[in-house]
């Protein structure tokens, strides 16, 4: 198999189902943005500190893959088989965050991102799983979109926010507290 086809080289590509579209439509745009993450979260997995935690992290990227498949199937097509996800899914991050929660101490202030490497990392993969988020959201207003999508993209960068948080009180990194300038 080759990996270049050559048919896309006029801007179009096929969802699954062989309907062609434009590769600056919303949908490609979607999970081209859940790709991406998925690559932020393999840097994130790459980290030393999180060495404990690589399974769970991988989890994450195969419900990424799914997702992004998801995304890539052409509306209402029922003939493309592709994985599914599930509410025990979602449920799985929210033990993951509960566990992580109840280790650390108590958020008493906003954090600026940063304090070591590793953890700005993990701040880089938040954001863009929130972008993420977004662009299915806006997906979703023009296109049918499996809510469980959404969800799980907003419970993961729930989990990627406790995860930097983690990340940070283990390699004892410094978080550096926003303070907002006020007007008197």
């Not at 994130?44 to 990424?64: A, C, G, H, S, T």
């Not at 997906?139 to 799980?152: D, F, G, K």
């Not at 283990?170 to 907002?180: D, G, N, R, S, Y």
Request: include cysteine; hydrophobic fraction near 40%; aromatic fraction near 8%.
């Amino acid at each position: 198999m080759k990996i270049y086809t050559k048919t896309g080289d006029r801007g179009t590509t096929s969802l699954f189902g062989g309907k062609r579209v434009s590769k600056a439509d919303l949908r490609i745009d979607t999970y081209g943005t859940v790709d991406e993450l998925n690559s932020w979260i393999g840097l994130v997995r790459d980290q030393e500190v999180n060495q404990k935690r690589k399974d769970v992290l991988v989890e994450i990227q195969d419900r990424l893959f799914t997702i992004g498949s998801m995304l890539a199937t052409e509306p209402g097509n029922t003939k493309v088989n592709i994985p599914t996800l599930r509410e025990s899914d979602i449920q799985y991050l929210e033990k993951e965050i509960d566990a992580m929660d109840a280790a650390l101490p108590p958020m008493r202030f906003f954090v600026l991102p940063g304090g070591h490497t590793a953890v700005s990392f993990c701040h880089l993969a938040r954001t863009v799983c929130r972008r993420a988020e977004r662009l299915t959201i806006a997906l979703q207003a023009t296109e049918e979109v499996n809510a469980l999508v959404i969800q799980y993209l907003n419970r993961l960068s729930d989990y990627l926010f406790m995860l930097s948080r983690k990340m940070a009180h283990e390699l004892k990194a410094e978080e550096t507290p926003w303070k907002p300038r006020m007007d008197e």
